[in-house]
C-alpha cells in the first residue's frame, strides 16, 4: 500500500511456491502421521466398490490443484486491486491535466478512487487471513482424516 511499490503479494511466481511448498508439508505431515491410511482420505466413506477408481483419481486432482488455487487466489486479488488502482489514478491525472475546467471536475472521481484505495486496504487485511486459513484447514483434516 505504499505508492510507486510493488506488492510482493502481487508475483504470482512467489505465492503459487510458497502455496506448493506448504502442500508439501502437509502432505508429508499427512505420510508421516497416518502413512498409507492417508489413502481413505482420497475415497468418500460408504462409496461403491465400483466408483472407488473413478472418485479417488477426482479427489487426488482436486488435492493437487488446491497448491496453485490458494496462491492463485492471493496474487490475483491483490494485482487486480493494484492495476485498477493504477489505471484510474493515471487517468484521473491525465483528465485534470487538460484544463483548470477539467481539473475541478476530476474532483469527483478522486472520491471514488479513494473509495478503491480503502477497499484495497480491505483487501489488504483479508486475504492473508485467508491464505492461512485454508492451508490450516488441509492441515487439520490430514492430521485427523476426516
Known amino acids: 500500500m505504499i505508492p510507486y511499490s510493488v506488492a510482493l503479494s502481487s508475483h504470482i511466481v512467489l505465492i503459487v511456491s510458497l502455496s506448493i511448498t506448504i502442500w508439501f508439508g502437509v502432505t508429508i505431515v499427512g505420510l508421516s502421521t497416518h502413512h498409507w491410511e492417508l489413502c481413505n482420505f482420497f475415497v468418500p466413506s460408504g462409496c461403491p466398490l465400483i466408483l472407488v477408481p473413478l472418485l479417488a483419481v477426482i479427489e487426488l486432482i482436486s488435492y493437487l490443484a488446491w497448491a496453485i488455487s490458494v496462491g492463485l487466489r492471493l496474487s490475483a486479488n491483490v494485482l487486480t486491486a493494484h492495476l485498477l488502482l493504477a489505471i484510474l489514478s493515471n487517468l ?47 492441515i487439520k483434516d490430514f492430521v485427523y482424516l476426516q
Do not use: D, H, N
Open 92 to 138: 484521473l491525472f491525465t483528465l485534470m491535466s487538460i484544463s483548470l475546467v477539467y481539473f475541478a471536475i476530476g474532483f469527483l472521481p478522486l472520491i471514488g478512487i479513494l473509495g478503491i484505495v480503502i477497499l484495497e486496504y480491505g483487501i489488504s487485511l483479508i486475504q492473508p487471513y485467508v491464505c492461512c486459513i485454508l492451508p490450516s484447514s488441509y
